[in-house]
Nanobody, 118 residues
């Protein structure tokens, strides 16, 4: 069992910044990658960014590339999402997810709310 806990969400003005954290606990052996997703009211869940655990290779959705930066600290079992130049369209619940080698996202956090005001 892997438990993921997000933190760092909140209210921010357009153009501002936030840093989200995702702390993992439980069995993490064999972890392949972790990722951030988000879901706005009335919309489908959307991929934001991912990072491989061993090498730190990153991948970003086009909508956030150049504004968001994903990173991880292996020793702390923690993943981060630095969000800069935030827009109202970024308003959503942000979820942390663990990806197994199979490609399936098998564990999810509870989500943290990010609200960007204009």
């Amino acid at each position: 069992q892997v438990q993921l806990v997000e933190s760092g969400g909140g209210l921010v003005q357009a153009g501002g910044s936030l840093r989200l954290s995702c702390a993992a606990s439980g069995r993490t052996n064999g972890r392949y990658a972790m990722a951030w997703f988000r879901q706005a009211p009335g919309k489908e869940r959307e991929f934001v960014a991912s990072i491989t655990w061993s090498y730190g290779s990153t991948y970003y959705a086009a909508s956030v590339k150049g504004r968001f930066t994903i990173s991880r600290d292996n020793t702390k079992n923690t993943m981060y999402l630095q969000m800069n130049s935030l827009k109202p369209e970024d308003t959503a619940v942000y979820y942390c997810a663990n990806r197994a080698g199979s490609g399936l996202y098998d564990y999810w956090g509870q989500g943290t709310q990010v609200t960007v005001s204009s």
